[in-house]
T-cell receptor, first 112, second 113 residues
């Protein structure tokens, strides 16, 4: 049981490049989330998916897109990376409401 | 609007003493609250949660108190140990509306030897 896995662990992009961050969970959880964490800002919710086939915007969705590929996988795409998107990105999942979230190890993204 | 905040960004506590980390929330509709611990270089880890129909909940060495009147949440850690050094976040959720969980900025707990 690997929990929540994220790939890649580190990535450096040039401004304007695109990339997809991958997230998978093997706990049969319904809900999945993408957060970004900047120094002094805590975790900010980018997008979430309450169930397979649904996605909703969080606090800071601009510049990102997501895909809930199936129940296990939830990807985050940056179409045209900007330096302001330099951050650590965390994926999380939870079984349902009233249950805790489980977090992945994070992806450290630098945009130059 | 929805927001979760913390009173102190850094808290230094003597090893063996009790720690109290505070959190204020602004959305009176929030009815589920969670505390997370994040160690350096890792993702947040669940500590304890509480629903709005409770005012206190205890776990192993941790207690969460909820005061809905003043929209305040606190995490108490008993007999603080070096392994408790981390950043602690509170988070809030409005159940039965959506699945969105919003985090506060975090408090760094520093353990003094």
């Amino acid at each position: 049981n690997a929990g929540v896995t994220q790939t890649p662990k580190f990535q450096v992009l040039k401004t304007g490049q695109s990339m997809t961050l991958q997230c998978a969970q093997d706990m049969n959880h319904n809900s999945m989330y993408w957060y970004r964490q900047d120094p002094g800002m805590g975790l900010r919710l980018i997008y979430y998916s309450a169930s397979e086939g649904t996605t909703d915007k969080g606090e800071v969705p601009n510049g990102y897109n997501v895909s809930r590929l199936n129940k296990r996988e939830f990807s985050l795409r940056l179409e045209s990376a900007a330096p302001s998107q330099t951050s650590v990105y965390f994926c999380a999942s939870r079984k349902d409401v009233l249950y805790e979230q489980y977090f992945g190890p994070g992806t450290r993204l630098t945009v130059t | 609007g929805e927001s979760v905040g913390l009173h102190l960004p850094t808290l230094s506590v003597q090893e063996g003493d009790n720690s109290i980390i505070n959190c204020a929330y602004s959305n009176s509709a929030s009815d589920y609250f969670i505390w997370y611990k994040q160690e350096s270089g890792k993702g947040p880890q669940f500590i304890i949660d509480i629903r709005s129909n409770m005012d206190k909940r205890q776990g192993q060495r941790v207690t969460v108190l909820l005061n809905k009147t003043v929209k305040h949440l606190s995490l108490q850690i008993a007999a603080t140990q070096p392994g408790d050094s981390a950043v602690y976040f509170c988070a809030e959720n409005i159940m039965n509306r959506d699945d969105k969980i919003i985090f506060g900025k975090g408090t760094r707990l520093h353990i003094l030897p």
